[in-house]
């Protein structure tokens, strides 16, 4: 699987901060590459792979189709808490667009 987004963080601990601290770049690209993704029939939508320097892992973010309405509605919340409007009405209407399909 190719991915269009790749990151280094130099450890392991870097990466656990990211994910227990709810980055704001890792959000914003989840929703951007669903939302980028919404007419298309990708059963595995990848969105970053992140590379750990000192454990020399990779770890694979990837949005499985069937999750892609439940990804939104998580990240809705985290965009709100971010007051990030904007990206919460894309949010919202690509829920809506889902939805009616």
Avoid at 19 to 37: R, S, W, Y
Avoid at 56 to 84: A, P
Wanted: with cysteine.
């Amino acid at each position: 699987m190719e991915f269009k987004h790749n990151w280094e963080l130099e450890t392991e601990e870097k990466l656990s901060i990211i994910f227990e601290g709810g980055h704001k770049k890792l959000h914003d690209l989840i929703v951007d590459t669903a939302i980028e993704n919404l007419k298309n029939t990708i059963l595995d939508i990848p969105v970053v792979s992140i590379h750990t320097k000192d454990t020399d892992t990779l770890y694979d973010i990837i949005i499985n189709r069937e999750d892609i309405i439940e990804t939104l509605e998580q990240n809705l919340i985290s965009m709100e808490k971010f007051e990030d409007y904007e990206r919460c009405q894309k949010i919202v209407n690509a829920l809506n667009y889902l939805n009616q399909k």
